[in-house]
């Protein structure tokens, strides 16, 4: 093979596979070869507790349904992001947690890049293109576009959830085999519903939607084409959309039947995290009004849901030379995407989001403007892969006019820059310096323009030229704002954690924001003393590392009146009233004016208490009795709701006593003895799927003292059961066995078919 094949070879599919590997191990080292992982911000109080979780329940043969540790017992499973049900997930089961959770980051990563090569060289060769998917131009296409989606500052920053990389490495795949499925049909459609359950099995809601509002996009653009019947494409399209959430459907009965009970509402998501107004600087001058923040960081004042979302300098040139060059319905519809998603991005700024609010009430439910860059991250890649291809597939008589556009768009781009620069230095932001940073992009724009003039000659530095063009856009997205991906020695999750609290979740911690999150300086920059602080204050959800219940945790779903009751005082710094503590079994709360210091009470209450006299009240003012400390008394009375009158025969104090048997995370068991009918509290949120049995006969359970359990006993000697019963994951479970089912005999089926046109 001669050297220039030799180049050529890493941007055929398979090279590009392997180029994409070396690529990853070069901006990640520490993680793949020094065995360090992540841990800043929501990777270390969120993403890597709950994967630690999962596997332990995984190697006690356990489901996990339902949560004990936080909330006062909340459902797990049907949080979705939780990923419980995600096949991949044995990539940190089978290996230590610590390293694999970085692994499997990384491996999604990959698959991004690959996914964004396989997608682009689809569409170039059957959309835009002739159908030659061997040749250069389109492996070189392809190749930008994969690294320019897998890397940028957006995905870089999507390390720290697990859930939403890994929607984020199907996306591209979700979106390449549903476009092949209405178009080809056959074995393809059962391709594009497993990948796209795949993907609903991640549980990133927004990364979903807007796979599906690209999808829906280029599903349009097609209809114009005509290539297949509107008809055909439509029930393909149908069907390939209905199968993927029937696979998901064990996971996502759950999750709407939790939502039903949680926080959020048509009102919850506000414009808060929005991109701000001069947010669009960002795509050309990634640290124009950026601060540095923890270890180096840099952050958007007022918008923290990512530190970056530079799309590479050179994207902007090569997309603006494919709507230049080529004509069509789908560069046009996908332009279109483009400019509304980062309008929307822009929230009250951009005055198109209360707008589409108010006409969409639904979208409330989601939170944080900014995300509606995701679209744009996928499509301008997109387009800057078939710019590539445009340049290189142009006739020798269009070389000058093609060269001319690409100077003026570069001559422009850096115009562009050049003010920016000039406004940030005469109105300077605290603690922003962009100076260096643009001379850099400014740089690689004029690099990237050589090299593309190169290629667009045809010379015979072609293939080389095109390798480095694809890692210059690495090397920008991997230097245009310090490492936003911070690692640390994976030992310090494994610090104080004994496994054995997992046996033992009778009492109950209560932190405040103070106690939980730090506040020295020092702490803040460095990763050991910053993740040890965490988990001594049990920061997020650091104590399901070692199974220490507390009343609060971090979570997108939280039942609506635990939300109410015990998350307002933990994040507005208030005081739990000690009768509530006590009834919520509270052994440790924060001892005030102190930091990570948590003061033993010692009247707290048992899990189970029985004998009390029911008072009977609406929901709002069994939450103010409730939250008080002088009216309500734990000891002597439950509250239940006004429905509870005239069905519970119980009226006063009585003398009975409940005794603890087993403890399970889906199976509480104790015995009650009691000298008159008598009403039994349980500490634990109130949930539909929790059911009673009174020696094995199923009795009511109601909801007490606001947002809890309580159930009525007969006199004498009793064994209740409460068992977590969830119907909706059952049913879900019949219909994504059902599915996978038919999945599998349709591909049996067609397997033997060739598919016209297919392309890797």
Known sequence: MTPVRNLEFWLTPRGFAGLAALLILAAFPQVLISGDTFFFRDYALFGYPLAHYDRICFWRGELPLWNPYNDCGMPYLAQWNTMVLYPLNLVYYVIPAEWGVGFFCLLHLWLAAVGMHACT??????????????????????????????????SLNCLMWPNNIAALGWMPWVIHLTVRAWRDGGRIIPLAALLGGLQLLTGAPEFILFTWLIIGTLFGADLFSRKVTARTMLVRLTLAGGLAGGLAMAQLLPFLELLQHAQRGTNYGDTSWAMPGWGWANFLVPQFYLSPWNFGVMIQPGQYWTSSYYLGILTWLLAGIALLRLKGIHLRLLGLLIFTTLILALGDDGWLYPKLHRVFPALGFLRFPIKF????MFALPLLAGIGTWALLKILPNERRKATNQMILMAGFLLTLIAVLTWFAMAFPWPDSHCLHNSIERGVILIIGLLLLWQLCRQSAW?????LGLVVLVWADAMTHVPNQNPTVAPWVYTLDTPTEKYDRELTRLFGRMTTEFHSWE???????????SKLLGYYGNLNLLDGTAKLNGTFSLHQREIYQLILAAHFTQSRLPDPLADFLSVASAPEPGKQYSFLVRTNWLPLITAGQAPVFLAASNASEKVFSDNQFDPRREIVLPLEAKGIITVTNATKATAKLITYTHHQIEFEVSAAQPALVAIAQSHYPAWHAWVDGRETRLWKANYAFQALEVPAGKHRVTLRYVDRAFLGGMVVSIVSLLILSIWYAKFSRRRIPGATT
Do not use: E, I, K, M
């Open 462 to 466: 072609a293939v080389p030229c095109g």
């Open 373 to 376: 860059v995701v679209p744009a």
């Open 522 to 532: 020092s702490v803040r920059h460095d990763p050991v003393s910053d993740v040890t």
């Open 121 to 154: 060289r689809y569409l170039l060769t059957q959309v835009f293109g002739d159908g030659d998917a061997d040749g250069f131009p389109v492996n070189l296409a392809a190749s930008v576009s994969g690294v320019l989606f897998a890397f940028n500052g957006l």
